[in-house]
């Protein structure tokens, strides 16, 4: 990861969550002003394969929900957590963690895609999968499959990664349930957890197999990127969870901090010494985080004055 961010890091795209929050609304936009263009957009594997090489990237435009007040929330939560976890890791290594999502869901999707016409063309799929495709008419298998599986392809699982990746990373921080009860985001895991099994358990349970085949896939697919991060880099982000809250805090208390301007003009002074600009402008001074009230030091009592 170290090798590629030097070679590629500079490609990477500061503040990527408000770009997808971004593409969402063009989304809608296009939902509601033109219809029929928003059905050119989303992700069909039949029509790919026919020359609609642009589904491969224009599925991104397509929101995971329908729009309402609860979606609204759940944008912001998410453009939120987004960006904590690209403070923490980066931003290449956070483009990498998105991009990965949205590569594997894609190639998931045509592997199944193909998988599917193989195994028909083999005679080898079950009959209720071949009653259910009967049903549908006069439709040809590869267009069923391309319809079937382009109905659940979104970004919806690419966006609970996102939960999962952070409520993995800061399992201690709050979040309030219903803007009133705060609850650790790591209990919120687990429910997102159970929920993504209920969530094939009910595809399978409405008597069609080849939803909660697709389902299933697209579920594992679109987490790759999330069990990766698990296994091999929850420990590699540029900076810890901690360090990266500590910083905030400090940057918050400097921007907090109200100018003084003393007796002599000066607007900084040393607590321990009490030199200012004034008496030496080569001076550096600085803040103590640790420190209560807005301290200031001068560079030879920063680090070794008694934090008060």
Not at 157 to 178: G, R
Request: charged residues 15%; glycine residues 6%; aromatic residues 20%.
């Amino acid at each position: 990861m170290s090798k590629f961010e030097k070679k590629f890091g500079k490609f990477a795209i500061p503040n990527l969550s408000l770009y997808i929050i971004a593409a969402y609304v063009i989304g809608y936009v296009i939902e509601l002003a033109a219809p029929q263009m928003y059905y050119f957009l989303q992700f069909n594997p039949y029509m790919i394969f026919h020359g609609q090489i642009w589904r491969l990237v224009t599925w991104i435009l397509v929101p995971p929900e329908s729009l309402g007040i609860f979606t609204i929330i759940m944008l912001f939560l998410y453009y939120s957590l987004g960006r904590g976890l690209e403070q923490t890791w980066g931003t290449y290594r956070y483009n990498v963690y998105i991009f990965s999502g949205l590569f594997f869901t894609v190639i998931g999707a045509l592997i199944l895609y193909v998988a599917l016409l193989v195994l028909y063309s083999a005679d080898l799929l079950p009959a209720d999968i071949i009653s259910e495709m009967m049903s549908y008419g006069s439709v040809s298998p590869a267009n069923f499959f391309g319809e079937i599986i382009g109905f659940y392809v979104s970004t919806y699982y690419i966006n609970m990664s996102i939960f999962l990746a952070y409520a993995f990373t800061y399992p201690d921080e709050q979040l309030l349930l219903y803007f009133i009860i705060p609850i650790r985001i790591k209990w919120f895991g687990y429910l997102y957890t159970a929920y993504l099994i209920y969530d094939i358990f009910q595809a399978f349970k409405s008597g069609s197999i080849i939803v909660g085949i697709i389902i299933t896939v697209l579920i594992f697919v679109s987490l790759m990127n999330f069990l990766i991060y698990i296994i091999f880099g929850k420990h590699r982000g540029r900076f810890s969870p901690k360090q990266v809250k500590k910083r905030y805090q400090y940057k918050r208390s400097v921007r907090q901090a109200k100018p003084v301007t003393y007796e002599n003009g000066a607007r900084h002074k040393c607590v321990i010494c009490g030199r200012t600009e004034l008496d030496d402008p080569n001076l550096t001074f600085r803040y103590c985080s640790k420190c209560s009230g807005n301290k200031e030091y001068c560079q030879d009592h920063l680090f070794t004055h008694e934090h008060k």
